[in-house]
């Protein structure tokens, strides 16, 4: 599974920001797939994750601020970001699970500053 993890960027604090993770194959076949993030000096960590049933899960300071969701048909899970805040500046990589492996994608960054 080769994963396309896009959307990052600059962003003043209080802003929103779109990621996207496009997958080289149906989604379907994927159990799981998540974004995690990593800010500089610091472990990765989960963000939220999305079944291929659609259940998904938060990780608390990412609760009612982010949403995660996916499009079947292209293929791509997206990671909707909103109240963004300095705390939230990391490289944001997508993960999929597929059976008993998982596959990443690239990283992309976000940066919250004014």
């Known amino acids: 599974v080769q994963l396309q993890a896009s959307g990052g960027g600059l962003v003043q604090p209080g802003g929103s920001l779109r990621l996207s993770c496009a997958a080289s194959?149906?989604?379907?076949?994927?159990?799981?797939m998540g974004w995690y993030r990593q800010a500089p000096g610091k472990q990765r960590e989960l963000v939220a994750l999305?079944?291929?049933?659609?259940?998904?899960n938060y990780v608390d300071s990412a609760k009612g601020r982010f949403t995660i969701s996916r499009d079947n048909t292209k293929n791509t899970v997206y990671l909707e970001m909103n109240s963004l805040k300095p705390e939230d500046t990391a490289v944001y990589y997508c993960?999929?699970?597929?059976?008993?492996?998982?596959?990443w994608g690239q990283g992309t960054l976000v940066t919250v500053s004014s």
């Open positions: 993960q999929a699970v597929r059976g008993i492996r998982d596959y």
């Open positions: 194959l149906s989604i379907l076949s994927i159990n799981y």
């Open positions: 999305i079944s291929n049933l659609g259940s998904t």
